[in-house]
């Protein structure tokens, strides 16, 4: 998204519709959805919401990425999830009427649109597709953290990280063949997002390199052969 793109006005029922929960509703349906959705706008570093802030809404993601994370005692955190352009986050609490456990962050400039819970439930209760919508999209982010739960459970470090590296290849990249792949977010957030520290991350990714597996230039990582690098994890 050019400068221009990013500074003209929002097309906020445009933005919605193209949105998976919302691809259904007619038109009226999304004026009154967007009558009733504001825009936030965060720089890099700046904070969405914190612990135990109250959810009376919830987010989609323009442009940008949010990180999701719980805080710790010890000034760590764990990151849940990187939400990024088309992905909504905050959906659950706002039907449990609770407050955030964990604290959101912009990991890049962002731009959000915060739907209020007031429209979203009028909508909800005129039209059941919107219900199995909104039932699907929380189903897959509930088996996006069955999953995680496996991985950490059932997975080696070394795993975890290849499957990661996979994850962000271009589709087109596929069998063998030298692959680039630049990583979307720092190292330290990767670390956290696959529940390892940063330590042991640097580690594995030098012994994939001194393997001959792939090349690291700072965020830049060169897959030497896609085949060699998934049996390397088997």
Sequence with gaps: MTVQEKSARIDIPGILSRVSLFTELSSDQLTNIAANTREKRLAKGEML??????AKGFYVVVFGQVKLAFPSSQG???????VGPRQSFGEALMFMDK????????????????V?????????????????HMLAGLSQRLHALVNDVESYCLYSSIQRVIGYLLQQCPQEGEGSGS???SLPVSKQVIASRLNLTPETLSRIFHDLSAAGLIAVQGKQITIHDLEKLKAYGL
């Design 49 to 54: 919401f914190q612990k135990g802030d109250p």
């Design 116 to 132: 209020g819970s007031a429209a979203l439930f009028d909508a909800l209760s005129k039209d059941a597709s919107l219900v199995r």
């Design 76 to 82: 760590n955190e764990k990151v849940v999830d990187i």
């Design 179 to 181: 692959v680039a792949v």
């Design 99 to 114: 407050s955030y456990p964990l604290f959101a962050e912009a990991l890049t400039d962002t731009l959000l649109l915060h």
